[in-house]
């Protein structure tokens, strides 16, 4: 059983995406994480290092808040892949 992919999640979660999702695969890299599961290198656990929430209390035309990733080096983002 697959979760449906969710671009932004809130709070804790834990979501398990099929190989074969399209999404999940365009995110594998794109969200600044770090790997927080040394013991077992069978399951990939990651953590997100947050979302930046803009301070001016920034917002789109239809009234939902502007939200962006945070940036991360290529170093990093090759270091998860």
């Given at each position: 059983q697959y979760d449906a992919f969710q671009?932004?999640?809130?709070?804790y979660v834990r979501y398990i995406?099929?190989?074969e999702d399209k999404n999940a695969q365009r995110h594998l890299s794109g969200w600044a994480m770090?790997?927080?599961n040394n013991h077992n290198c069978q399951i990939l656990?990651?953590?997100?290092?947050g979302v930046v929430v803009c301070s001016r209390n920034c917002s789109l035309p239809d009234g939902s808040k502007l939200q962006l990733r945070p940036a991360i080096c290529d170093k990093a983002r090759q270091k998860q892949q």
């Amino acid at each position: 059983q697959y979760d449906a992919f969710q671009e932004w999640t809130d709070g804790y979660v834990r979501y398990i995406y099929s190989s074969e999702d399209k999404n999940a695969q365009r995110h594998l890299s794109g969200w600044a994480m770090r790997n927080t599961n040394n013991h077992n290198c069978q399951i990939l656990k990651k953590s997100c290092l947050g979302v930046v929430v803009c301070s001016r209390n920034c917002s789109l035309p239809d009234g939902s808040k502007l939200q962006l990733r945070p940036a991360i080096c290529d170093k990093a983002r090759q270091k998860q892949q």
